[in-house]
């Protein structure tokens, strides 16, 4: 019931602040576990994967949202799950991969952070880790403009349209080295950029 409040809820606020345009949403499975792997510009991003994925999503959020009670209780029951920041958090990854295994679609944002341009950001090794592990299709996905609905620092939504463009699936060999998955999975989403609607 909770999802589904949150759900209707946050399309409302597409319909009147962020209408999206969608690109290569038959990229996304029907069944079975996958895993999204998102730029990040805006705390809206993983609203806006919500409603245009078409697939209930789990995915993590950082661990101090979950201290609140009223915040924690509604995560839990949109399938999201703690990760402590700026450190390998082996708890978040042995969560996810269960999820994975349990053939539920993973959202994740290998660059972490908001904040820094294309190619600045750090890239987390993890989604590499998890592709191997699980063994699960990596679908590359590039979100623009939500910053512009919900620019750093800002109290309130501006109006813009979101444009949300899903790239092909790709699975790696066994043998990969996790840090160059996630190397190739981050350029995936960067080479996305450039493709107009």
């Known amino acids: 019931m909770v999802y589904w409040i949150v759900y209707f809820a ?13 690109q290569g949403r038959e990229n996304i499975p029907r069944t079975g576990a996958f895993l999204l792997a998102c730029n990040h510009v805006s705390y809206l991003d993983p609203m806006v994967m919500g409603i245009a994925t078409g697939r209930r999503m789990n ?13 924690g209780f509604v ?15 082996r708890g978040a990854l042995k969560e996810s991969l269960a999820r994975l295994k349990r053939g539920l679609p993973l959202l994740m944002f290998p660059e972490g952070t908001r904040h820094g341009a294309p190619g600045e950001k750090k890239i987390e090794s993890g989604i590499g880790f998890l592709a191997i592990k699980a063994n699960v299709p990596v679908i590359p996905v590039y979100i623009e403009d939500s ?6 620092g800002a109290k309130f939504l501006h109006r813009h349209a979101v444009k949300v463009r899903y790239g092909i699936p790709k699975k790696f060999p066994q043998d990969s080295d996790y840090d160059q ?7 995936s989403v960067w080479v996305l950029k450039s493709q107009g609607f």
């Open 147 to 152: 910053q512009k609905v919900l620019p750093p």
């Open 59 to 71: 995915f993590m959020a950082k661990e101090e949202l979950f201290r609140k009670p009223v915040l």
């Open 10 to 22: 946050t399309k409302l606020l597409s319909f009147l602040y962020f209408p999206l345009r969608i």
């Open 181 to 187: 998955v996630a190397r190739q999975v981050m350029e």
């Open 75 to 89: 995560l839990v029951r949109l399938w999201a799950f703690p990760v402590k920041r700026n450190t390998a958090d």
